[in-house]
């Protein structure tokens, strides 16, 4: 089926769809403007012949995105309305975003001033911190010019994600997709990672202030010479912000897009915009300190509430008395000595807890801003160290609580693990009884065999 002209629309799934016009066409399918007549909404189809697919594979990515674009809700991506399947095509059903793609800018040797790009990277960091903190990480793995839309407000949205992916390959390895220039050097090796996007999203911001497309920029080496690319003229907080981006080595790279502050701006600000991290990666920092603060608040009150049952607890068993007995076998320390235990172990998983949960990665955190993205990944670690120590604590303080717990049922344990009908016995208390032992040793043993033999004789 083909689009159809306005006067003239074309229409899907019984009616519903009444198709104006053509929004684009791909290598894998066809986008088609159209009105949905239930509301009267304007919404863009994606169209996939199935019956034209080279491969399985190409099925299986509109597919893919279908199922991933369901589960997203974010101000800079497609809104989905439904997808189905209609004479032998697949069709996938979103809100139609009202606005431009870049690379329609760039066919009219437009492009982006400072302030737009600043604004580009605010939106792109919002999207990709988005996409790659759902578990697994959806990774778009092919943002270009073309996929991004420039909203009549100044803002942009991500859209096209026919080569996403959203599941962990266990076998290694993925199939390579994307557009050359666009692409992660790891990609061709099928490697795509979150990293990935950073630098799609710092080689389409690149493109679109120098006009050239990214191969034909100067290179040094494997990596884009930005500097050499942007020119006398480019502010520094660009030159800095991109080549972190656009770093060859997805583990030098940087791991998220750097923002700059400046996305708030208007087009025609004239103000410079601030260099990265001088306002933004301060604030992120800040959240996450006082987030990090109101969880060791909850956790020492979750302690000390803790704490004070245990004493309770204790003070009781003490007073009773009779709580303690002898053990089957094994033995049970007094109930002061286990108190001090339990006490000894909730303070180490408080101490481990401030240490290596809050206060070692908030110091690497602050650390990793003048001295690099390597100190990220060590706060990370820490914090998995912290989280290992204090399960580990856990384990160990439930063991000690189990410990205590164990002599006041041993009698019902015995009861339920060997039980045997008897009769019924009663229990007579008798007064206790002094045992004499005799300790002189015998002299006989060591007399003659002779006298000892007379002495019985006698």
Not at 126 to 144: E, M, N, T
Not at 284 to 306: M, V, Y
Not at 310 to 321: E, H, L, M
Not at 337 to 355: H, I
Request: charged letters at 30%; a positive charge.
């Amino acid at each position: 089926m083909t689009a159809s002209s306005a006067s003239n629309p074309g229409t899907l799934r019984s009616g519903r769809y009444a198709i104006v016009g053509e929004l684009g066409s791909g290598s894998q399918a066809d986008t088609l403007d159209a009105i949905d007549k239930l509301n009267g909404r304007a919404v863009a189809i994606k169209r996939f012949q199935v019956r034209g697919a080279k491969s399985w594979k190409d099925v299986e990515l509109a597919e893919r995105e279908a199922r991933v674009l369901s589960t997203l809700s974010h101000a800079n991506l497609p809104v989905y309305v439904e997808h189905f399947e209609e004479e032998g095509a697949l069709y996938l059903v979103m809100e139609k975003i009202e606005g431009e793609t870049l690379a329609s800018i760039r066919r009219r040797r437009e492009g982006l001033d400072q302030a737009e790009v600043a604004r580009f990277l605010a939106d792109a960091a919002s999207v990709l911190s988005y996409l790659h903190s759902r578990v697994p990480a959806i990774i778009h793995r092919d943002i270009k010019p073309g996929n991004v839309i420039r909203r009549r407000d100044g803002s942009f949205a991500f859209v096209d994600f026919g080569s996403v992916r959203d599941q962990l390959k266990p076998e290694g390895g993925s199939t390579v997709v994307g557009t050359f220039g666009y692409m992660a050097p790891e990609q061709f090796q099928g490697r795509a990672l979150p990293a990935s996007d950073v630098y799609a999203v710092g080689a389409t911001a690149l493109a679109l202030v120098t006009g050239r497309e990214p191969e034909d920029l100067p290179h040094r080496g494997l990596a884009i010479d930005v500097r050499a690319a942007l020119g006398v003229g480019a502010e520094p907080w660009l030159v800095r912000v991109l080549s972190s981006m656009l770093d060859p080595d997805p583990d030098k790279r940087a791991a998220r897009v750097p923002t700059t502050g400046s996305g708030r701006r208007s087009a025609g600000s004239a103000a410079p915009a601030p260099a990265p991290g001088s306002s933004d990666d301060w604030r992120e920092l800040r959240d996450r300190g006082r987030e990090q603060r109101r969880q060791l608040r909850e956790e020492s009150e979750r302690l000390r509430r803790e704490i004070k049952d245990q004493v309770r607890n204790q003070t009781r068993r003490v007073r009773r008395g009779s709580d303690w007995h002898a053990p089957r076998s094994g033995f049970y320390p007094a109930p002061l000595l286990m108190f001090v235990a339990v006490l000894a172990l909730t303070a180490a998983r408080l101490a481990a807890f401030a240490a290596f949960r809050v206060l070692m990665p908030s110091l690497l955190l602050l650390l990793s801003l003048p001295f690099g993205g390597e100190l990220r990944r060590w706060a990370r670690a820490c914090q998995q160290v912290g989280v290992e120590t204090d399960r580990g604590l856990r384990r160990t303080l439930d063991a000690v609580r189990g410990r205590m717990r164990e002599p006041e049922g041993a009698v019902q344990d015995r009861e339920s693990d060997d039980f045997t009908p008897e009769p019924a016995k009663t229990r007579v208390q008798s007064p206790p009884r002094r045992v004499q032992v005799d300790l002189e040793p015998d002299m006989d043993a060591y007399r003659e065999p002779e006298q000892r033999e007379r002495r019985e004789q006698r």
